[in-house]
């Protein structure tokens, strides 16, 4: 373990072996720091946030900072971060309100590029990318291997699927389905995410049906309530095909057309 002598550390706190701290930081109570975790100078890692092992956060990043949510009270909630994230520069993270969980989620190998940020309450799978100055609104869930444009902004409760790649200076004001691209300042869906897919090791198969099933279901004019039943009807309903038609039927927010 390696403190510097001007970081802020409470003697509340639990640091992992290997744990480094650079100068002018501040670790609050009740935080949780898991072994080989690098926290660089001028860090704030507030009260009760839980950081597994081996991230990197650089300067300036805020994480488990109080929701910014004018009905929160100052109760115990947490941000929980999982193993092997980087975080750069400016990013802010904050801590739940009480509506749900008590807990924002963040996974393993993530990258948070600079100035992106993560509200209160958001649930973010694996693998996932925020490039700079993303932003995500309460509630927001992003599935495993999504990657997030620059200046992206995605409104409270949106849903945003495995594999989505969302183009720069998107507004997301809906459910953005799985293995689909999506961009445009509205934002407005685009097809299969081909490359992406190609480069996860996606078959070509599966990214056949894929393209197949968005052709029916985003055909124009063609309402999900009838474009599902064919799909089911003319496709191989394969594992990732059902998660997309899963995902919509279960949107309360709407899906991006």
Not at 19 to 48: C, F, L, N, Q, W
Request: hydrophobic fraction near 35%; include cysteine.
């Amino acid at each position: 373990m390696n403190i510097h002598p001007t970081a802020v550390v409470s003697s509340k706190a639990e640091l992992g072996s290997g744990v480094r701290i650079g100068p002018y930081s501040s670790v609050g109570k009740g935080v949780k720091i898991g072994s080989d975790t690098e926290i660089a100078a001028h860090v704030m890692i507030d009260d009760y946030a839980e950081i597994g092992e081996r991230n990197k956060i650089y300067p300036f990043a805020s994480i488990g900072s109080p929701p910014q949510d004018i009905g929160y009270k100052g109760e115990e909630t947490r941000l929980i971060m999982g193993n092997d994230n980087i975080v750069r520069e400016y990013v802010s993270m904050n801590r739940a309100t009480t509506k749900e969980e008590w807990r924002t989620v963040v996974g393993n190998h993530c990258y948070f590029m600079a100035y992106s940020h993560v509200a209160h309450d958001c649930r973010i799978s694996d693998h996932v990318i925020l490039t700079n100055g993303a932003t995500l609104g309460g509630h927001v869930q992003i599935g495993e291997y999504a990657i997030l444009g620059a200046f992206i902004a995605a409104q409270q409760f949106v849903r945003i699927g495995c594999h989505a790649f969302v183009g720069a200076m998107t507004g997301v004001d809906r459910d953005v389905p799985p293995f689909m691209i999506t961009g445009g300042g509205r934002g407005k869906l685009y097809g299969v995410n081909q490359k992406g897919l190609t480069r996860r090791g996606f078959s070509r198969e599966t990214i056949d049906i894929l393209k197949k099933a968005y052709s029916i279901l985003w055909r124009k004019n063609r309402s999900f309530k009838n474009g599902i039943p064919q799909v089911k009807k003319e496709l191989d309903l394969i594992p990732e095909l059902q998660l997309v038609l899963d995902f919509i039927e279960s949107s309360k927010r709407g899906v991006l057309r």
